[in-house]
């Protein structure tokens, strides 16, 4: 036996189908937006994230899985996947080809060295969009929204939105000092962590999760005085759109993000579920002003999130926004004997192809192991395949459920079963086998009984 890599988990059966459920929603509501995917690398240099998420944040100076590569090259394995995104938007000249704003959404796993606790894992996935080319703080508001919308779809109720801004560079670089101003009288007694912090990225005390410097940082100097007007501005429109959108959202001013390439409007999306836990931030993000410039990109902003897909599904399991997620099979086929068991293989394809979910017995058992095996796999109706039912054309259909019987001919099979199951918005995939001569003009796939057809000039 192996154990597993502290932090690391695998993600298997049940677990695994909601991760695909999340993902798929969250996928499908960054399309309706009108955004693209992207699949980037899982490693880069190390130089991109030093660049990007900053030498003053933990995540690089403390979490980084980095390694020399045999060629002798500093490689990372993500920690966040922004970087990576905005890094192939400039590679393959987006922003030279595409309209702005350009849309890229994504979906991976990602590394940080971390201590694991609740909702926090040393590999854990991210779903993440980025928006680029923002001119308008509108843009911003709309980013906000869409991933406020994904968890709505998602069916959540009473997430909290937390807003802030960190305003441009002037509004920072005013804060900053006023910042240090402060804590310059109280950092001997500050931890380790908040010295550092203090030559660093003075803004990343506010982060402190110390209960004494917390005492300290609640009286510290706010950015909302230090604001210039056209800050001001932007954040109060992000603000009314929200408020136009019923957006609920609280301004908490000690959001500062762990990452440094954000500037202006700043956000997490958190959620406590009803058994009382708190895994965190579900999602985060922000507009970034100079993050594609440093990598070497052109003078635009941006502004993304991304959601942890472990806490989602924490959350969700909770409770119990998974309901819908039933893991049954359509249809079992039982052959009795050896010709039945080979005409099964085919049958069970037909079934397939009409867009029934559909397992079968290939392994010779006897009718009670079958109906067994049937039941453990959930399964709505079997189908039982003998001699008789090969030498009449003919299949016996059984619900697993009432074990009511039916007896239909070869030709009926698809119709019948369509009946049984409320066969509702699936694909028959019946074919022409390319014999009609409509130029890819005809409706033959739309009919009600060839929906889909698959002949070559359909779909
Ligand atoms: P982040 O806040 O570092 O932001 O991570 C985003 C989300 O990833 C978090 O809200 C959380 O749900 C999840 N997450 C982070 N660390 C862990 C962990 N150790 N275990 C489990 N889940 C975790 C970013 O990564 C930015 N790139 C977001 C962004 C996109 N900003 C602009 N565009």
Do not use: W
């Amino acid at each position: 036996m192996f154990n597993l890599v502290k932090g690391t988990h695998d993600v298997i059966l049940d677990e695994a189908q909601k991760y695909t459920y999340i993902e798929n929603v969250l996928q499908n509501t960054a399309q309706l937006f009108g955004y693209k995917e992207f699949r980037t690398p899982i490693i880069e240099t190390s130089e991109l994230f030093l660049r990007s998420v900053g030498d003053s944040s933990d995540i690089v100076r403390k979490e980084m899985y980095t390694f020399e590569d045999k060629g002798g090259r500093s490689i990372t394995l993500r920690p966040e996947i922004t970087a990576g995104i905005v890094r192939s938007m400039v590679n393959a000249k987006l922003f030279a080809m595409q309209d702005y704003p350009v849309k890229g959404y994504y979906t991976g796993p990602c590394f940080r060295y971390e201590r694991p606790q609740q909702g926090r894992y040393r590999q854990f996935n991210q779903f993440g969009i980025e928006c680029i080319g923002i001119t308008s703080p509108h843009r911003d508001a709309e980013v906000i929204s869409m991933g406020f919308d994904s968890l709505v779809f998602l069916g959540f109720e009473n997430v909290t939105l937390k807003i802030n801004t960190l305003g441009d560079d002037e509004s920072r670089e005013n804060y900053k000092k006023a910042l240090r101003d402060y804590f310059g009288s109280h950092i001997e007694n500050m931890c380790n962590d908040c010295k550092e912090r203090y030559q660093l990225n003075v803004l990343r005390i506010l982060d402190c999760k110390d209960p004494d410097d917390q005492e300290i940082v609640k009286n510290a100097p706010k950015i909302s005085d230090f604001l210039s007007e056209n800050a001001k501005q932007s954040f109060e429109t992000i603000k009314k759109d929200l408020d136009f959108l019923n957006i609920p959202y609280e301004v908490d001013e000690s959001l500062v993000r762990g990452l440094d390439y954000y500037s202006g409007v700043v956000f997490e999306f958190h959620y406590t579920s009803s058994k009382g836990k708190n895994y965190g931030a579900i999602g985060a993000g922000g507009h970034y002003g100079k993050l594609v410039s440093e990598i070497g990109g052109p003078e635009v902003e941006g502004c993304g999130y991304a959601m942890g897909i472990e806490r989602l599904a924490s959350v969700m399991s909770d409770d119990n926004l998974f309901e819908d997620l039933t893991d049954t099979t359509d249809i079992y086929v039982m052959p009795l004997g050896e010709r039945a068991t080979a005409a099964s293989l085919g049958i069970a394809n037909y079934l397939r192809v009409s867009g029934y979910n559909c397992e079968v017995c290939l392994e010779g058992k006897g009718m009670s192991q079958m109906f067994k095996k049937a039941e453990r796999r959930n399964a709505l109706y079997a189908i039982i395949v003998g001699d008789n039912e090969l030498d009449n054309d003919e299949f016996v259909i059984k619900n697993l459920a009432s074990q009511e019987q039916f007896k239909v001919s070869s030709d009926d099979l698809l119709k019948k079963l369509d009946e049984l199951l409320n066969f509702e918005g699936r694909k028959h995939f019946e074919c022409c086998d390319g014999d009609c001569d409509c130029d890819g003009d005809c409706d033959c796939a739309e009919s009600e009984e060839n929906k889909g057809c698959c002949c070559s000039h359909k779909e």
